[in-house]
């Protein structure tokens, strides 16, 4: 069974740094693109990277670009989000999901984590 688990979400203070982990089972992950995105409260999900199947191609949406990176291990079967410089701006449900090819930044997803919490707040 196909399965995304988000994990190192929390509470963290503006301008702090979080690193985000997305273990997948059930499939071969070499052959996903895998995006994140979050969702604040009250407003639409967004896409906030995306990173190809081998890892060769990186997107970030302006809004995080140059204080998020994403990474993948394949062997490990794990997506990172690493998240530095935050805003609480930033607080929102971190999402990973797998897709099939990224467009940019934005992941054409087709499987979906159950998210993990981020808040920025002093």
């Known amino acids: 069974q196909l399965q995304l688990v988000e994990s190192g979400g929390g509470l963290v203070q503006p301008g702090g740094s979080l690193r985000l982990s997305c273990a997948a089972s059930?499939?071969?992950?070499?052959?996903?693109?895998i995006g994140w995105f979050r969702q604040a409260p009250g407003k639409e999900r967004e896409g906030v990277s995306c990173?190809?199947?081998?890892?060769?191609?990186?997107n970030y949406a302006d809004s995080v670009k140059g204080r998020f990176t994403i990474s993948r291990d394949n062997a490990k079967k794990t997506i990172y989000l690493q998240m530095n410089s935050l805003k609480p701006e930033d607080t929102a449900i971190y999402y990973c999901?797998?897709?099939?090819?990224?467009?940019?930044?934005?992941?054409?997803?087709?499987?979906w984590g159950q998210g993990t919490q981020v808040t920025v707040s002093s």
């Open positions: 059930g499939f071969t992950l070499d052959y996903y693109a």
């Open positions: 990173i190809s199947s081998n890892g060769g191609s990186t």
């Open positions: 999901a797998a897709a099939l090819k990224c467009s940019g930044y934005v992941a054409r997803a087709i499987h």
